[in-house]
Protein backbone atom coordinates (compact mmCIF):
# COMPACT_ATOMS: atom_id res chain seq x y z
CA UNK A 1 0.00 0.00 0.00
CA UNK A 2 2.59 2.36 0.88
CA UNK A 3 4.58 1.65 -1.83
CA UNK A 4 1.73 2.69 -4.16
CA UNK A 5 1.01 5.83 -2.59
CA UNK A 6 4.80 6.53 -2.33
CA UNK A 7 5.60 6.28 -6.53
CA UNK A 8 3.45 8.86 -7.84
CA UNK A 9 4.62 11.35 -4.94
CA UNK A 10 7.97 10.22 -6.18
CA UNK A 11 7.83 11.17 -9.74
CA UNK A 12 5.75 14.22 -8.56
CA UNK A 13 8.90 15.17 -6.96
CA UNK A 14 11.03 14.55 -9.81
CA UNK A 15 9.05 16.51 -11.88
CA UNK A 16 9.28 20.02 -9.76
CA UNK A 17 13.00 19.69 -9.27
CA UNK A 18 13.39 19.03 -13.28
CA UNK A 19 10.60 21.95 -13.65
CA UNK A 20 12.07 25.35 -13.85
CA UNK A 21 10.54 27.53 -11.58
CA UNK A 22 11.15 30.83 -13.04
CA UNK A 23 9.08 30.20 -15.71
CA UNK A 24 5.54 31.79 -15.48
CA UNK A 25 4.19 30.78 -19.13
CA UNK A 26 0.18 29.57 -18.85
CA UNK A 27 -0.62 25.90 -17.66
CA UNK A 28 0.65 23.55 -20.74
CA UNK A 29 1.76 19.90 -20.94
CA UNK A 30 4.97 20.75 -21.88
CA UNK A 31 7.87 21.05 -19.30
CA UNK A 32 10.06 23.92 -18.84
CA UNK A 33 13.23 22.17 -17.75
CA UNK A 34 16.73 23.09 -16.91
CA UNK A 35 19.52 21.54 -16.18
CA UNK A 36 18.47 19.38 -13.94
CA UNK A 37 17.65 17.70 -16.75
CA UNK A 38 20.79 15.36 -17.46
CA UNK A 39 20.33 13.87 -14.15
CA UNK A 40 17.05 12.78 -15.32
CA UNK A 41 17.31 11.96 -19.17
CA UNK A 42 17.90 8.39 -19.06
CA UNK A 43 15.07 7.73 -17.01
CA UNK A 44 11.42 6.77 -19.09
CA UNK A 45 10.78 8.95 -22.11
CA UNK A 46 11.16 12.50 -22.77
CA UNK A 47 10.61 14.27 -26.07
CA UNK A 48 12.42 17.69 -26.01
CA UNK A 49 12.73 20.21 -28.58
CA UNK A 50 16.23 22.40 -27.53
CA UNK A 51 15.68 26.04 -28.58
CA UNK A 52 17.33 29.51 -28.37
CA UNK A 53 14.60 32.60 -27.69
CA UNK A 54 16.14 34.53 -30.57
CA UNK A 55 15.48 31.39 -33.40
CA UNK A 56 12.18 32.29 -35.56
CA UNK A 57 11.76 28.53 -36.30
CA UNK A 58 11.82 27.59 -32.67
CA UNK A 59 8.91 30.81 -32.60
CA UNK A 60 7.37 29.15 -34.85
CA UNK A 61 7.03 26.25 -33.45
CA UNK A 62 6.35 26.85 -29.78
CA UNK A 63 2.63 26.71 -30.24
CA UNK A 64 2.63 23.13 -32.57
CA UNK A 65 5.55 22.00 -29.69
CA UNK A 66 2.18 23.11 -27.11
CA UNK A 67 -0.09 20.80 -28.84
CA UNK A 68 2.09 17.97 -29.31
CA UNK A 69 2.67 18.20 -25.45
CA UNK A 70 -1.33 18.24 -24.84
CA UNK A 71 -2.02 15.58 -27.65
CA UNK A 72 0.46 13.07 -25.93
CA UNK A 73 -0.44 13.81 -22.48
CA UNK A 74 -3.92 13.19 -23.39
CA UNK A 75 -2.74 9.67 -25.27
CA UNK A 76 -1.72 8.13 -22.02
CA UNK A 77 1.47 7.30 -22.86
CA UNK A 78 4.27 7.59 -20.31
CA UNK A 79 6.18 10.10 -22.36
CA UNK A 80 6.69 13.54 -21.01
CA UNK A 81 7.32 16.33 -23.36
CA UNK A 82 9.58 19.32 -22.39
CA UNK A 83 11.59 22.36 -24.25
CA UNK A 84 15.22 23.56 -22.89
CA UNK A 85 16.50 27.34 -23.44
CA UNK A 86 20.10 26.31 -24.64
CA UNK A 87 21.00 29.95 -23.94
CA UNK A 88 20.16 29.72 -20.48
CA UNK A 89 21.66 26.05 -20.06
CA UNK A 90 24.44 25.69 -22.16
CA UNK A 91 25.72 22.83 -20.26
CA UNK A 92 23.05 20.89 -21.40
CA UNK A 93 23.25 21.69 -24.91
CA UNK A 94 27.09 20.66 -24.53
CA UNK A 95 26.73 17.31 -23.29
CA UNK A 96 24.22 16.43 -25.65
CA UNK A 97 25.62 18.00 -28.63
CA UNK A 98 23.10 20.30 -29.84
CA UNK A 99 24.33 21.88 -32.87
CA UNK A 100 21.48 24.00 -34.14
CA UNK A 101 17.98 25.27 -33.20
CA UNK A 102 15.53 23.85 -32.89
CA UNK A 103 16.86 20.77 -32.02
CA UNK A 104 14.19 17.45 -31.44
CA UNK A 105 15.41 14.70 -29.49
CA UNK A 106 13.27 11.84 -28.03
CA UNK A 107 14.79 10.37 -25.11
CA UNK A 108 14.28 6.40 -24.56
CA UNK A 109 15.66 4.84 -21.66
CA UNK A 110 18.89 7.05 -22.21
CA UNK A 111 18.62 6.01 -25.98
CA UNK A 112 18.67 9.23 -27.86
CA UNK A 113 16.86 9.44 -31.31
CA UNK A 114 17.31 12.34 -33.35
CA UNK A 115 13.76 13.69 -35.04
CA UNK A 116 14.70 14.88 -38.56
CA UNK A 117 11.12 14.81 -39.76
CA UNK A 118 8.62 17.62 -40.62
CA UNK A 119 7.68 20.34 -38.05
CA UNK A 120 4.04 19.50 -37.82
CA UNK A 121 2.43 18.37 -35.54
CA UNK A 122 0.94 14.89 -36.69
CA UNK A 123 4.29 13.72 -38.06
CA UNK A 124 5.57 14.90 -34.15
CA UNK A 125 3.45 12.85 -32.29
CA UNK A 126 3.50 9.56 -34.87
CA UNK A 127 7.26 10.17 -34.30
CA UNK A 128 7.16 9.77 -30.83
CA UNK A 129 4.33 6.83 -30.70
CA UNK A 130 6.24 5.10 -32.54
CA UNK A 131 9.60 6.08 -30.04
CA UNK A 132 7.73 4.60 -27.58
CA UNK A 133 5.87 1.75 -28.62
CA UNK A 134 7.44 -2.00 -27.93
CA UNK A 135 10.63 -2.16 -29.19
CA UNK A 136 9.27 -5.50 -30.93
CA UNK A 137 5.99 -6.24 -31.39
CA UNK A 138 4.72 -9.54 -29.88
CA UNK A 139 1.93 -10.72 -32.89
CA UNK A 140 0.06 -13.87 -34.05
CA UNK A 141 0.10 -15.76 -36.95
CA UNK A 142 -3.46 -14.10 -37.85
CA UNK A 143 -1.87 -10.53 -37.62
CA UNK A 144 1.15 -10.76 -40.27
CA UNK A 145 -1.05 -10.07 -43.37
CA UNK A 146 -1.81 -6.62 -41.57
CA UNK A 147 1.87 -6.22 -41.38
CA UNK A 148 2.50 -6.89 -44.73
CA UNK A 149 0.23 -4.44 -45.55
CA UNK A 150 1.34 -1.55 -43.43
CA UNK A 151 4.96 -2.70 -44.61
CA UNK A 152 4.17 -1.18 -47.85
CA UNK A 153 5.25 2.59 -46.86
CA UNK A 154 8.28 1.02 -43.91
CA UNK A 155 9.62 -1.89 -44.03
CA UNK A 156 8.77 -4.21 -41.05
CA UNK A 157 10.90 -6.91 -39.63
CA UNK A 158 9.61 -10.12 -38.57
CA UNK A 159 10.90 -12.87 -36.48
CA UNK A 160 9.10 -15.87 -36.45
CA UNK A 161 10.33 -18.35 -33.37
CA UNK A 162 10.11 -18.26 -29.93
CA UNK A 163 11.77 -15.25 -28.32
CA UNK A 164 15.52 -16.89 -26.91
CA UNK A 165 18.44 -18.19 -28.56
CA UNK A 166 20.96 -15.91 -30.66
CA UNK A 167 19.29 -15.37 -33.74
CA UNK A 168 16.06 -13.55 -30.97
CA UNK A 169 19.29 -11.80 -29.58
CA UNK A 170 20.68 -10.44 -32.67
CA UNK A 171 17.39 -9.26 -33.48
CA UNK A 172 16.70 -7.66 -30.15
CA UNK A 173 19.95 -5.84 -31.18
CA UNK A 174 19.13 -4.43 -34.20
CA UNK A 175 15.75 -3.42 -33.31
CA UNK A 176 17.30 -1.40 -30.35
CA UNK A 177 19.31 0.26 -32.85
CA UNK A 178 16.41 0.73 -35.70
CA UNK A 179 13.15 0.75 -33.80
CA UNK A 180 12.70 4.91 -34.91
CA UNK A 181 13.28 3.95 -38.22
CA UNK A 182 11.23 0.50 -38.91
CA UNK A 183 8.99 -1.66 -37.51
CA UNK A 184 9.90 -5.05 -35.51
CA UNK A 185 7.74 -8.03 -34.86
CA UNK A 186 7.74 -11.03 -33.48
CA UNK A 187 5.74 -14.47 -34.00
CA UNK A 188 5.28 -17.43 -31.76
CA UNK A 189 5.45 -20.61 -33.51
CA UNK A 190 2.65 -22.81 -34.61
CA UNK A 191 2.30 -25.44 -31.93
CA UNK A 192 2.81 -29.25 -33.24
CA UNK A 193 4.69 -28.30 -36.08
CA UNK A 194 8.13 -29.75 -36.88
CA UNK A 195 9.21 -28.43 -40.00
CA UNK A 196 8.93 -25.21 -38.23
CA UNK A 197 12.73 -23.09 -38.03
CA UNK A 198 13.46 -19.53 -36.51
CA UNK A 199 13.99 -17.03 -39.48
CA UNK A 200 14.12 -13.60 -39.47
CA UNK A 201 12.51 -11.84 -42.75
CA UNK A 202 11.92 -8.22 -44.07
CA UNK A 203 8.36 -7.45 -45.37
CA UNK A 204 8.37 -4.42 -47.86
CA UNK A 205 6.91 -3.53 -51.01
CA UNK A 206 4.55 -6.38 -50.91
CA UNK A 207 7.15 -8.82 -50.68
CA UNK A 208 8.80 -10.57 -48.51
CA UNK A 209 13.08 -11.22 -48.10
CA UNK A 210 14.46 -14.33 -45.62
CA UNK A 211 17.60 -12.83 -43.88
CA UNK A 212 19.74 -15.59 -44.74
CA UNK A 213 23.87 -14.46 -43.42
CA UNK A 214 25.78 -14.70 -40.41
CA UNK A 215 23.78 -13.60 -37.37
CA UNK A 216 26.14 -11.43 -36.84
CA UNK A 217 25.45 -9.23 -39.80
CA UNK A 218 21.81 -8.87 -38.81
CA UNK A 219 21.82 -4.94 -37.78
CA UNK A 220 23.67 -4.30 -41.10
CA UNK A 221 21.27 -6.55 -42.82
CA UNK A 222 18.34 -4.51 -41.06
CA UNK A 223 20.69 -1.00 -42.27
CA UNK A 224 20.59 -2.30 -45.81
CA UNK A 225 16.93 -2.92 -46.25
CA UNK A 226 15.39 -0.52 -44.87
CA UNK A 227 14.22 1.67 -47.64
CA UNK A 228 11.14 0.50 -49.84
CA UNK A 229 12.83 -0.77 -52.92
CA UNK A 230 12.13 2.78 -55.25
CA UNK A 231 12.15 5.72 -52.85
CA UNK A 232 12.01 9.79 -53.63
CA UNK A 233 15.28 10.83 -52.62
CA UNK A 234 15.81 14.43 -51.48
CA UNK A 235 18.96 16.59 -50.39
CA UNK A 236 17.72 15.76 -46.80
CA UNK A 237 17.36 11.65 -46.97
CA UNK A 238 20.06 10.93 -49.45
CA UNK A 239 22.88 11.14 -46.55
CA UNK A 240 20.69 8.22 -44.94
CA UNK A 241 20.07 6.51 -47.61
CA UNK A 242 23.65 6.53 -48.50
CA UNK A 243 24.58 5.19 -45.12
CA UNK A 244 22.64 2.00 -46.02
CA UNK A 245 25.64 0.84 -47.49
CA UNK A 246 24.53 0.35 -50.77
CA UNK A 247 25.48 1.85 -54.16
CA UNK A 248 22.05 4.49 -54.92
CA UNK A 249 20.56 4.29 -58.66
CA UNK A 250 19.16 7.57 -58.80
CA UNK A 251 16.75 8.11 -61.42
CA UNK A 252 16.38 11.74 -62.64
CA UNK A 253 12.71 12.29 -62.92
CA UNK A 254 9.88 14.89 -62.62
CA UNK A 255 6.67 14.33 -60.24
CA UNK A 256 5.14 17.10 -62.51
CA UNK A 257 5.19 14.48 -66.05
CA UNK A 258 3.41 11.94 -63.15
CA UNK A 259 0.44 11.83 -64.85
CA UNK A 260 1.22 12.72 -68.49
CA UNK A 261 0.98 9.52 -70.36
CA UNK A 262 2.70 10.96 -73.12
CA UNK A 263 5.81 12.21 -71.48
CA UNK A 264 9.03 10.24 -72.05
CA UNK A 265 10.00 10.82 -68.73
CA UNK A 266 7.38 9.17 -67.05
CA UNK A 267 7.78 6.08 -69.24
CA UNK A 268 11.72 6.27 -68.25
CA UNK A 269 9.83 6.56 -64.23
CA UNK A 270 8.53 3.07 -65.09
CA UNK A 271 11.06 1.45 -66.65
CA UNK A 272 13.32 2.03 -63.73
CA UNK A 273 10.41 1.07 -61.37
CA UNK A 274 10.11 -2.07 -62.93
CA UNK A 275 13.91 -2.78 -63.06
CA UNK A 276 14.17 -2.13 -59.73
CA UNK A 277 11.27 -4.95 -58.78
CA UNK A 278 12.95 -7.04 -61.38
CA UNK A 279 16.69 -6.21 -59.16
CA UNK A 280 15.36 -8.58 -56.27
CA UNK A 281 15.64 -11.60 -58.81
CA UNK A 282 19.47 -11.10 -58.49
CA UNK A 283 20.36 -11.22 -54.90
CA UNK A 284 24.06 -9.90 -56.04
CA UNK A 285 22.81 -7.57 -57.20
CA UNK A 286 19.71 -6.63 -54.90
CA UNK A 287 22.66 -6.69 -52.16
CA UNK A 288 24.76 -3.84 -53.56
CA UNK A 289 22.39 -1.47 -55.35
CA UNK A 290 19.47 0.47 -53.60
CA UNK A 291 16.94 2.29 -56.49
CA UNK A 292 15.90 6.12 -55.40
CA UNK A 293 14.24 8.65 -57.56
CA UNK A 294 15.12 12.78 -58.08
CA UNK A 295 12.17 15.00 -58.24
CA UNK A 296 13.70 17.26 -60.99
CA UNK A 297 17.26 17.52 -62.07
CA UNK A 298 18.99 19.66 -59.70
CA UNK A 299 20.54 17.48 -56.87
CA UNK A 300 22.14 15.25 -59.75
CA UNK A 301 23.54 18.66 -61.51
CA UNK A 302 24.95 19.28 -58.37
CA UNK A 303 26.87 15.95 -57.60
CA UNK A 304 27.64 15.36 -61.53
CA UNK A 305 28.60 19.12 -61.42
CA UNK A 306 26.97 19.69 -64.52
CA UNK A 307 24.04 20.28 -65.93
CA UNK A 308 21.37 17.16 -66.04
CA UNK A 309 18.32 16.68 -67.73
CA UNK A 310 15.65 14.27 -67.16
CA UNK A 311 15.18 11.28 -67.60
CA UNK A 312 18.52 10.52 -66.62
CA UNK A 313 19.59 7.48 -64.57
CA UNK A 314 23.12 7.31 -62.88
CA UNK A 315 24.95 5.27 -59.67
CA UNK A 316 26.40 7.23 -57.05
CA UNK A 317 28.93 6.67 -53.82
CA UNK A 318 27.55 8.79 -51.45
CA UNK A 319 30.58 7.66 -48.84
CA UNK A 320 32.96 8.20 -52.23
CA UNK A 321 30.49 11.17 -53.36
CA UNK A 322 31.73 9.20 -56.68
CA UNK A 323 29.13 8.26 -59.40
CA UNK A 324 28.98 6.06 -62.35
CA UNK A 325 27.50 6.91 -65.67
CA UNK A 326 26.20 4.22 -68.20
CA UNK A 327 26.91 4.24 -71.95
CA UNK A 328 23.69 4.31 -72.99
CA UNK A 329 21.59 7.07 -73.53
CA UNK A 330 19.18 6.98 -70.58
CA UNK A 331 15.89 7.66 -72.58
CA UNK A 332 16.82 4.86 -74.95
CA UNK A 333 17.29 2.75 -71.60
CA UNK A 334 15.07 -0.98 -70.96
CA UNK A 335 14.87 -2.66 -67.88
CA UNK A 336 17.34 -5.35 -69.17
CA UNK A 337 19.67 -2.37 -70.11
CA UNK A 338 19.71 -1.10 -66.71
CA UNK A 339 20.53 -4.16 -64.78
CA UNK A 340 23.12 -4.81 -67.49
CA UNK A 341 24.69 -1.19 -66.38
CA UNK A 342 24.51 -2.74 -62.25
CA UNK A 343 26.06 -5.62 -63.72
CA UNK A 344 29.03 -4.20 -65.62
CA UNK A 345 29.59 -1.12 -62.84
CA UNK A 346 28.99 -3.76 -59.78
CA UNK A 347 32.15 -6.27 -61.90
CA UNK A 348 34.15 -2.91 -62.71
CA UNK A 349 34.49 -1.75 -59.26
CA UNK A 350 35.33 -5.06 -57.91
CA UNK A 351 38.39 -5.73 -61.22
CA UNK A 352 38.98 -1.85 -60.84
CA UNK A 353 38.23 -1.41 -64.54
CA UNK A 354 35.97 1.19 -64.12
CA UNK A 355 36.05 4.72 -64.34
CA UNK A 356 34.39 6.32 -61.49
CA UNK A 357 33.59 10.28 -61.81
CA UNK A 358 33.64 12.58 -58.97
CA UNK A 359 34.87 11.50 -55.86
CA UNK A 360 35.82 14.07 -52.25
CA UNK A 361 39.54 14.71 -53.31
CA UNK A 362 40.64 18.24 -52.13
CA UNK A 363 40.57 19.70 -55.85
CA UNK A 364 36.81 18.04 -56.60
CA UNK A 365 35.64 19.62 -53.75
CA UNK A 366 36.79 22.93 -54.58
CA UNK A 367 35.47 22.54 -57.94
CA UNK A 368 31.96 21.16 -56.91
CA UNK A 369 31.91 24.49 -54.31
CA UNK A 370 32.68 26.69 -57.05
CA UNK A 371 29.68 25.02 -59.41
CA UNK A 372 27.04 24.63 -56.59
CA UNK A 373 27.79 29.02 -55.95
CA UNK A 374 27.46 29.19 -59.92
CA UNK A 375 24.12 27.01 -59.75
CA UNK A 376 22.35 28.59 -56.86
CA UNK A 377 23.05 31.46 -58.55
CA UNK A 378 21.93 30.87 -62.32
CA UNK A 379 18.88 29.27 -60.63
CA UNK A 380 17.81 32.52 -58.90
CA UNK A 381 18.19 34.32 -62.26
CA UNK A 382 16.37 31.58 -63.60
CA UNK A 383 13.19 31.29 -61.11
CA UNK A 384 13.73 35.09 -59.74
CA UNK A 385 15.18 37.47 -62.36
CA UNK A 386 13.74 40.70 -60.92
CA UNK A 387 14.70 39.91 -57.18
CA UNK A 388 18.21 38.58 -58.84
CA UNK A 389 19.01 41.58 -60.40
CA UNK A 390 18.71 43.45 -58.04
CA UNK A 391 19.89 41.68 -55.30
CA UNK A 392 23.14 41.27 -57.33
CA UNK A 393 22.78 44.36 -59.28
CA UNK A 394 22.69 47.06 -56.84
CA UNK A 395 25.91 45.86 -55.01
CA UNK A 396 27.63 45.66 -58.33
CA UNK A 397 26.47 49.13 -59.35
CA UNK A 398 27.83 50.53 -55.46
CA UNK A 399 30.87 49.14 -55.99
CA UNK A 400 31.96 49.80 -59.66
CA UNK A 401 30.68 53.77 -58.23
CA UNK A 402 33.04 53.50 -55.73
CA UNK A 403 35.55 51.79 -58.16
CA UNK A 404 35.11 54.37 -59.84
CA UNK A 405 35.49 57.28 -57.85
CA UNK A 406 38.59 55.81 -55.94
CA UNK A 407 40.56 55.27 -59.01
CA UNK A 408 39.33 58.23 -60.97
CA UNK A 409 40.30 60.34 -57.49
CA UNK A 410 43.98 58.57 -56.89
CA UNK A 411 44.53 59.46 -60.57
CA UNK A 412 43.96 63.48 -60.06
CA UNK A 413 45.76 63.05 -56.63
CA UNK A 414 48.45 61.45 -58.60
CA UNK A 415 48.87 64.21 -61.12
CA UNK A 416 48.84 66.83 -58.73
CA UNK A 417 51.31 65.78 -56.36
CA UNK A 418 53.81 64.54 -58.57
CA UNK A 419 53.81 66.71 -61.93
CA UNK A 420 52.05 69.78 -59.73
CA UNK A 421 52.12 73.39 -62.03
CA UNK A 422 54.38 71.63 -65.12
CA UNK A 423 51.42 69.93 -66.51
CA UNK A 424 52.21 71.86 -69.51
CA UNK A 425 56.05 71.23 -69.79
CA UNK A 426 55.73 67.40 -69.86
CA UNK A 427 53.24 67.55 -72.36
CA UNK A 428 55.37 69.37 -74.63
CA UNK A 429 58.48 67.22 -73.76
CA UNK A 430 56.41 64.22 -74.84
CA UNK A 431 55.67 65.74 -77.79
CA UNK A 432 59.20 66.55 -78.17
CA UNK A 433 60.37 63.11 -76.85
CA UNK A 434 61.66 61.30 -80.50
CA UNK A 435 63.75 64.14 -81.30
CA UNK A 436 65.44 64.82 -77.88
CA UNK A 437 65.50 62.37 -76.07
CA UNK A 438 67.88 63.83 -73.39
CA UNK A 439 65.30 66.75 -72.59
CA UNK A 440 64.01 64.62 -69.55
CA UNK A 441 67.24 64.30 -68.10
CA UNK A 442 68.17 67.90 -68.48
CA UNK A 443 64.62 68.67 -67.17
CA UNK A 444 64.87 66.75 -63.48
CA UNK A 445 68.25 68.54 -63.16
CA UNK A 446 67.18 71.73 -63.80
CA UNK A 447 64.12 70.93 -61.04
C1 LIG B 1 31.95 3.74 -51.83
O1 LIG B 1 33.30 4.06 -51.98
C2 LIG B 1 34.13 3.75 -50.87
C3 LIG B 1 35.52 4.27 -51.15
O2 LIG B 1 35.97 3.89 -52.42
C4 LIG B 1 34.09 2.24 -50.63
O3 LIG B 1 34.90 1.93 -49.51
C5 LIG B 1 32.66 1.81 -50.40
O4 LIG B 1 32.59 0.42 -50.27
C6 LIG B 1 31.78 2.26 -51.56
N1 LIG B 1 30.39 2.02 -51.19
C7 LIG B 1 29.68 1.07 -51.76
C8 LIG B 1 28.30 0.93 -51.28
O5 LIG B 1 30.13 0.34 -52.61
C1 LIG C 1 3.22 15.80 -71.73
O1 LIG C 1 4.52 15.52 -72.21
C2 LIG C 1 4.80 15.94 -73.53
C3 LIG C 1 6.17 15.48 -73.91
O2 LIG C 1 7.14 15.87 -72.97
C4 LIG C 1 4.65 17.46 -73.62
O3 LIG C 1 4.87 17.89 -74.94
C5 LIG C 1 3.26 17.86 -73.15
O4 LIG C 1 3.15 19.26 -73.13
C6 LIG C 1 2.95 17.29 -71.77
N1 LIG C 1 1.57 17.56 -71.41
C7 LIG C 1 1.23 18.13 -70.25
C8 LIG C 1 -0.21 18.28 -70.02
O5 LIG C 1 2.05 18.50 -69.44
Same mark, same amino acid.
Given at each position: ??????????????????????????????????????????????? +??????????????????????? $???????????????????????? =????????????????? +?????????????VSFAKRCAAPIIEVINENQIEKVKLSARSQPSYVF??????????? @??????? =???????????????????????????????????????????????????????? $?????????????? +?????????????? $????????????????????????????????????????????????????????????????????????????????????????? =???????????????????????????????? $??????????????? @??????????????????????????????????????????????????
Amino acid at each position: MQKYFLLPLLSLSVLLFVYDTEATNPPTAVLDLSDKFLDVKDEGMWF +VEFYAPWCAHCKRLHPVWDQVGH $TLSDSNLPIRVGKLDCTRFPAVAN =KLSIQGYPTILFFRNGH +VIDYRGGREKEALVSFAKRCAAPIIEVINENQIEKVKLSARSQPSYVFFGTSSGPLFDA @FNEAASS =KFSVARFYSVAPPENDASFRQRVAVFKDNFEIEFNGDIEKLTEWVTRERWPGFLQA $TSSNLAEIGASGKL +VVLVVSSESHKFNN $TSPIREFHKTAEEASKELRKHPDLWNRFQFAWLDGSDLASQIQMAAVSEPHLFIFNYTSYEYYLSEDEPSQMTIKSILTFLEQTSEGID =KETIVAFGGRHLLTRIKRMAFELYWNIAQMFA $TQPLLSSCLFGVPIA @FLSIICYSICSADFTVDRDEFYGDEDELIDDEEGEETEHPETDDDHEKAE
